[in-house]
């Protein structure tokens, strides 16, 4: 027989359920919907170590999903429309790198990593940017272009041509 205190049980049972929630929640947080996303006809993702610098190109005439990696990354899109992350690992490791992203110019979606980031969006008015950590430059090359970020992150990056800022992220 149990000689738990019920304040002790109850206590146990709040905080299992308060580790239950924040465990689904941190698991929400780094799920992004892929929803509008373009098929995925290439993908090149820099696997190698940190510290390396890597460049990447999409493939004209298909999409690409472009994936940068651990250091710093140099990624040019193709014109049919990318999925493009500056950075695709959740770790924020190394604590310092640099991605810089030229889209193509047809309809991106666009992930800036959570260091530093110099992002061209190419003129296509449906592309999307998500800047929700890091800093750097995102130069919106149509004026209809919407860019996704947080209170947060705002003041640390230099917005250019960017006439459409969004705080609420649509998850794509």
Not at 79 to 88: L, T
Not at 91 to 113: D, L, M, R
Request: aromatic fraction near 10%; include cysteine; proline fraction near 5%.
């Amino acid at each position: 027989m149990s000689t738990m205190h019920p304040l002790s049980r109850l206590r146990r049972v709040f905080l299992l359920a308060l580790a239950s929630t924040l465990v689904c929640a941190a698991g929400a947080a780094a799920m992004t919907s892929h929803a509008g996303w373009p098929a995925d006809q290439h993908l090149i993702m820099d696997k190698g170590p940190a510290g390396r610098a890597n460049t990447l190109s999409g493939v004209a005439g298909m999409h690409n999903y472009l994936l940068g990696g651990y250091g710093d990354d140099t990624i040019y899109g193709g014109p049919a429309g990318d999925v493009i992350w500056g950075d695709y690992h959740e770790s924020g490791w190394p604590s310092h790198q640099t991605a810089i992203i030229h889209a193509g110019n047809g309809k991106n979606f666009i992930y800036a990593n959570d260091t530093v980031n110099y992002v061209w969006t190419g003129t296509n008015p449906a592309t999307v940017v998500h800047a929700h950590e890091g800093s750097g430059a995102i130069h919106c090359e149509n004026p209809r272009i919407v860019v996704f970020t947080s209170h947060h992150a705002l003041p640390h990056y230099s917005l250019h041509g960017c006439r459409h800022i969004s705080f609420f992220s649509v998850g794509y």
